[in-house]
């Protein structure tokens, strides 16, 4: 989880460390890592005059506004790009999903990407070498066994398409265990605010586990949220859902503030790449969804 640490005063490193630190100190997050020239710290800081750790900087990276930030090269049976034409890592994402789900290899959600876009700009600020203390990598900061499951060799855990694909194949896996107890506890929600809702849950899902995630749907004690908001949906939005299952649930099973925030977190990172001129309107930033 990459915590936003607002408000800061523009200062040196030295600064945000600090922070950092009392974060960890008054237990407002399991851990941190120190920011230094090259590696982005942890938590990880969306409003900061710091160019590594700037969202505005962040979003630059993912959108390949300077060439030295677009990529280009295979992966499996994947093949992006060219090294006289390189695109954005925005173009790479969505060629992979594309691709797989052609293959009939997904069965995701279609807005599942825009808010992968979000992950990539919380998890690692678009930087490929982004390293946590915890031995998360790269863009999607996935653990080494997570891109061992993904059949990734360790030469290639950095590698930007093998982590996309990594992190989609890992989504898919969670959206098929996640289904049928979803189906059953809010399969009477109108279509599209139940289809938002499980895009939520699959956020949320990449952050905690699919485990603590369905244990939050059918658990006896931890699934009673969810029950209440079943029953009463017509009066919560699904992001209002998503959230309530957490907070409803904090300190219980390891969930924490940390588990609060991520998912909002993704979706104030997607809605500022969805202010940017490139994907403004786009068919990618099209927010499908009512909000009941």
Avoid at 13 to 25: G, V
Avoid at 112 to 117: D, G, H, Q, S
Avoid at 199 to 217: D, S
Avoid at 264 to 289: G, H, I, N, P
């Amino acid at each position: 989880m990459k915590l936003p640490i607002k408000y800061l005063v523009p200062g040196h490193q030295s600064l945000l460390n600090a922070t950092r630190q009392s974060l960890y100190e008054n237990n407002k997050v399991e851990d941190w890592v120190p920011g230094e020239t090259g590696q982005t710290g942890y938590p990880f800081a969306l409003s900061c005059d710091q160019p590594h750790v700037n969202v505005d900087e962040a979003v630059a990276r993912y959108l390949g506004t300077l060439p030295a930030d677009r990529i280009w090269g295979a992966w499996d049976d994947l093949i992006f790009a060219t090294s006289g034409a390189p695109e954005s890592l925005h173009d790479a994402l969505m060629y992979v999903f594309n691709h797989r789900s052609n293959q009939n290899r997904l069965t995701l959600p279609q807005a599942l990407p825009r808010y992968l876009a979000g992950q990539i700009l919380i998890e690692s600020g678009a930087q490929a070498r982004a390293h946590s203390r915890a031995n998360a990598r790269g863009i999607l900061q996935l653990s080494p066994a997570a891109l061992s499951d993904c059949e990734i060799a360790p030469d290639n855990f950095w590698h930007r398409l093998a982590q996309i694909d990594c992190a989609l194949r890992l989504m898919n896996q969670n959206a098929r265990n996640l289904a049928p107890v979803f189906q059953q506890r809010f399969g009477h929600l109108p279509e599209a605010k139940r289809e938002r809702l499980f895009t939520l849950l699959l956020v949320q899902a990449y952050h905690g586990g699919a485990g603590r995630v369905q244990a939050l749907l059918d658990d006896p004690v931890l699934a009673q949220p969810a029950e209440y908001f079943a029953a009463n949906h017509e009066r919560f939005t699904a992001g209002d859902i998503a959230f309530g299952l957490i907070f409803h649930n904090l300190g219980r099973d390891r969930l924490g503030l940390a588990s609060l925030y991520y998912v909002a977190d993704v979706q104030l990172a997607t809605e500022a790449l969805c202010r940017t001129a490139k994907l403004k309107s786009t068919e990618f930033c099209e927010w499908k969804y009512s909000t009941n």
